[in-house]
């Protein structure tokens, strides 16, 4: 036996679209043979068909900035978060603001933090949970992370407001929604920097510019998960409130979002992820906490020391990752009829005895209260001496590799990138669209990398499609191979899938840390952590495509006498394809943003740009650097979702 296909798998696309893809593909390497030939319009773009994009976003930004007056309605709002931000910070570090009382004692926030953990998961989360807080205090990080929780304290309720409230009108207008999707879908595709700019400039820096930018960058995904959820209450559920004489506001209130209940806490997950990430990075608009001193460290190469704030980062994004999937997933506890109202909230009043304890040691010895730098813990020390033992150790082969991969392979690549002449990158990407779905593809292929020609940045975009290609290309040639392996037995599976959720909830910092460690500052650096970040969604969808495929096709390939090996290329991997594509897309959107973040530490790319952008306050530049970034990714997108629909229509 030989072949192997399930009855559902579908042909290949037609023999046309391929053969079009075919002479597109000669035409584009024609040019690139004949580029001594070639008139320098066709090699890159002409200085006359370069359109001033940046002058055109500054000019309106101008506008909107000085002639509208919108700088005084920013600097209003401004103001609001400020005063919010006043208030978490007087509480949570003690900055003199209102209401004054001064800063909560970390014993009494590890507590808190344990019982709300222990609440919502039990045992296992209130040791992690607490545990955070009082690693934090322990190690004399705690007005750092103090500043870093009172951004996002305040940035998450704004963000699930604006997206609760957005996702229901989408929901409640078709109109709305067709509108919002695309906007959704390029916001969700630019770099984390391009929010940053526009928001220098009407807000300035510091942070309330820190929480603002939070803000907008967090909305999205209420958004789309609170239309999600609307979108998923049953019928049945809906008729039953309107026998019941529920008005339409009731319904809403009292049975579509309570039905919804489980998408929108999803949705309010990955705003706090969302958050954390953003407030870290913010550290480049001037926001104090974690990402402020991993920044600095990180450019001083104290390694010890950034070990020990990134330590921090990461279990406090463990934390907030599992205390808001733990409250997503809890279902409505019900009390015994009868029960008292100390029985009813047994918890509360464990909580409260537990402050009133941990207020009084707090009076009694300042230690339970803050805990002073020169008190605190440290394994920065040791850590230094450990790394430097396994850079000693692991030099020869780094060096090797450094030299190996610089030498031999990037700056070939790079070189290579940009020795092709826009003309063939451009006809070579319409016939990889066109053999993927045909004249649709080709011209989105076309529009996307058009207006990166357009922009007059086609040389540092190139150097950006390189990176990402190679990265995605190693951490395909990883993360399958890992999938697959992972995919065998439900206690692997459940095993690495674990391990993805952890990695996916690091700040994309944290990935710079061992990469610079064993790399120092260069482009090795880079791709090392662009592959790391793309690496895990490809092995988690790979685990999951796998997993899920349904039992009665494996037997019916079973029964038909199908090897392991057929098993795997026949019927398992075509079936778990399209989720495999997903897994794909994002480890292409995860690079590209990497791309952008790790530019800091090596690259000439388009991310080296925005971060000049950035300092310099150009909001043209920055958006259009953004929108370049944009339209790669939402080519791919296009690419990765269409290849799976054009298999099935065949």
């Not at 990430?277 to 550290?283: D, E, G, K, Q, R």
């Not at 029960?339 to 409260?352: D, K, T």
């Not at 990166?452 to 950006?464: E, K, N, V, Y």
């Not at 895990?536 to 199908?562: C, D, F, H, K, N």
Request: net charge positive.
């Amino acid at each position: 036996m030989t072949d192997i296909a399930p009855p559902h798998v579908a042909a290949r696309p037609g023999s046309s679209a391929g053969q079009v893809a075919l002479i597109l593909l000669a035409l584009a390497a024609a040019l690139a043979l004949a580029k001594p030939y070639l008139p320098a319009g066709l090699i890159r773009p002409p200085e006359w068909a370069v359109v001033p994009f940046a002058a055109w976003f500054n000019a309106a930004f101008a506008f909107l900035r000085d002639d509208l007056g919108l700088i005084h309605v920013t600097r209003a709002i401004a103001d609001a978060v400020q005063w919010c931000l006043d208030v978490t910070a007087n509480l949570l570090y003690g900055k003199a603001r209102w209401p004054r009382l001064g800063a909560i004692p970390w014993s009494v926030i590890a507590v808190s933090a344990g019982m709300a953990g222990y609440a919502l998961g039990g045992l296992r989360l209130a040791f992690l949970s607490g545990g955070t807080f009082v690693w934090i205090a322990l190690m004399g990080q705690w007005q750092w992370a103090m500043e870093t929780l009172s951004v996002i304290v305040v940035a998450a309720p704004f963000s699930v407001l604006l997206g609760l409230v957005t996702g229901v009108a989408a929901w409640r207008w078709p109109g709305f929604e067709r509108v919002l999707n695309p906007v959704l879908n390029i916001a969700q595709s630019l770099p984390h920097f391009v929010y940053m700019i526009p928001v220098v400039v009407f807000i300035g820096v510091g942070p309330k510019a820190g929480a603002i930018v939070t803000i907008i960058f967090s909305v999205p995904p209420m958004v789309r998960m609170t239309l999600l959820g609307l979108k998923k209450v049953p019928d049945e559920v809906i008729e039953g409130g309107k026998m019941s004489g529920a008005s339409r506001w009731q319904l809403l209130t009292r049975v579509r979002l309570p039905t919804a209940r489980t998408e929108i806490l999803i949705g309010v997950n990955q705003v706090i992820m969302q958050s954390l990430a953003m407030v870290v990075l913010a550290s480049f608009i001037g926001m104090p906490g974690l990402g402020q001193k991993l920044l600095q460290l990180l450019q001083a190469l104290r390694i010890g020391l950034s070990i020990e704030i990134g330590i921090t980062i990461v279990l406090l994004a463990v934390t907030l990752d599992r205390l808001s999937k733990a409250w997503a997933m809890r279902l409505p506890v019900h009390h015994q009829p009868g029960a008292s109202w100390a029985q009813r909230h047994r918890l509360l009043l464990i909580w409260a005895a537990l402050v009133l304890a941990c207020s009084a040691l707090s009076l009694l010895h300042p230690y339970f209260h803050i805990v002073p730098r020169s008190q605190a813990l440290s394994i920065a020390g040791p850590m230094d001496g450990l790394m430097n033992r396994v850079i000693e150790l692991v030099s020869p082969l780094t060096q090797f590799l450094r030299w190996f991969l610089i030498t031999w392979v990037l700056i070939p690549l790079r070189d290579f990138a940009l020795w092709l002449p826009y003309a063939t990158v451009l006809i070579g990407l319409a016939a990889l669209g066109w053999a993927v779905n045909g004249r649709r593809a080709a011209l989105v292929c076309l529009a996307a990398f058009g207006l990166i020609a357009l922009t007059g940045w086609w040389d540092r975009a190139m150097i950006t499609a390189y990176t990402v290609s190679f990265s995605v290309l190693i951490a395909c040639l990883i993360g399958l191979p890992l999938g697959i392996w992972g995919s065998r037995n439900e206690r692997r599976a459940g095993a690495m899938l674990l391990i993805c959720d952890s990695l996916q909830t690091f700040p994309s910092f944290i990935y710079l840390i061992p990469v610079v460690m064993l790399f120092g500052v260069n482009d090795v650096a880079v791709i090392s952590a662009v592959v790391v970040v793309a690496t895990v969604p490809l092995v988690r969808y790979t685990i999951e495509g796998l997993r899920g495929i349904a039992p009665e096709l494996v037997e019916a390939a079973e029964m038909s006498g199908a090897s392991r090996r057929q098993m795997l290329w026949h019927v398992r991997l075509p079936l778990a394809l399209p989720t495999i594509l997903v897994g794909l897309n994002q480890s292409v959107m995860f690079a590209l943003f990497m791309v952008i973040i790790a530019a800091f530490i090596g690259t000439q790319d388009l991310g080296q740009e925005m971060q000049r952008a950035l300092s310099t306050a150009d909001v043209g530049k920055g958006l259009v650097l953004g929108s370049a970034v944009a339209a790669m990714g939402l080519m791919v997108d296009y690419l990765v979702t269409s290849w799976p629909k054009r298999f099935q229509e065949n």
